[in-house]
């Protein structure tokens, strides 16, 4: 007879995060983990911490042993749903109305910080002359 698997969003898992339901997500499934939270050997706040996002970078760093995540697989619930994870957002470098002034913004900055340089120079033929004064 096969397995039913659940299915579960991101979303759905973030939001079992306290003590008495706790859910994490590693390689791709829901693991509910509430009832093994005072045994764990890192304490409790180790694995809360893991909640709401996938947690399989963090599990993996911990060095867990084979008998660990044989364990983990007892407390498995479900996988998680990867189809309706929304895409990254792309970027917006620039709008249209702002590329269109881009060189008049990058002119105002450099008449803004001309002064450094200057000051910089200035300084040091001050300096320059001063100590062939001295010589």
Sequence with gaps: MPTITKIFTMQEASQHSSKDDCWIVVDGKVYDVSSYLDEHPGG???VLA????????DFE?????REAMELLE???????????S????ELEISSKTSSEN???K????????WAVP???IGISVVVGFIVLRKK
């Design 44 to 46: 409790d706040d180790v």
């Design 50 to 57: 893991a909640t709401g996002k996938d947690a399989t970078d």
């Design 61 to 65: 760093d911990a060095g867990h042993s």
């Design 74 to 84: 007892t407390f498995c619930i479900g996988e998680l749903d990867n189809s309706s």
């Design 86 to 89: 929304t895409a990254i957002p």
């Design 102 to 104: 881009y060189g008049q």
């Design 106 to 113: 990058l002119l105002d900055l450099s008449k803004q910080y």
């Design 118 to 120: 200057v000051a910089v």
